[in-house]
């Protein structure tokens, strides 16, 4: 904890602690991934370019780059109006940007994002698409953020069972992303903070190669960079074909 005179008073802040790494899928000749990893402002993010579409590497890193550039000031509530207007903002530009054609690609450019503030005793999760924001409290691991996909929209209208949605040929498709040429509609979720609180921000590449009781025993670690080790390192010893990334905050 650090100690923060203000107005003559002694104000005590959390120090957050974090860590993040992104590695390039077996299969892929570029890394599509971009992550944020900003203690000093309370700011992370994990941004994923959308499949089957190009210059999904340089949609990743905008969103980043937007967020990153962002200055984190006022309250609370202004800090969560200030990223949603920013992201807003990216999507509309996205949709409206064509990748040059001397560059070799063309086509739409998109990607998920999941973005963690914190300030104080409070946390808001922001989300667009299947990248994922986790929550490590005392012995259990529980997804904050619900997938924008069509997986996940089978399982919820049709009710369809996990595996049974896998099946679906088009089931990886997301229904909701920056760039994605439809209104955005972003999802925030707020909560409170308590002692011993670990979060876990990542691309579906990473939480894909893992089971749910894998990633809550990697979040058992001591360190921010220790759980992002071990993570990376479980699902490198699968095939790995998509992108992984993961950024890991705790006080």
Known sequence: MALVPLAGAVVITPVWRSAGRTVRGKTRTRNEDAFLDCPQRGCWAVADGMGGHQAGDLASQWVVNDLAALPMLGCFEQRIDSVLRCLRALDS??????????EGRTGIMGSTVVALLLQGNRAACIWAGDSRCY??????????SRDHSLLQQLMDKQHLSLEQARAHPDARALTRAIGAQQPLSLEVLELSVRPGDVFLLCSDGLYQGLSHGQL???MAERTPSQVVERLIREVLRGPAQDDLTAVVVRP
Not at 93 to 102: E, N, S, W
């Open 93 to 102: 530009r996205l949709g409206h940007t064509a990748v040059q054609p001397g």
């Open 216 to 218: 809550g025993q990697a």
């Open 135 to 144: 929550l490590w409290r005392g012995t259990r691991l529980y997804q904050l």
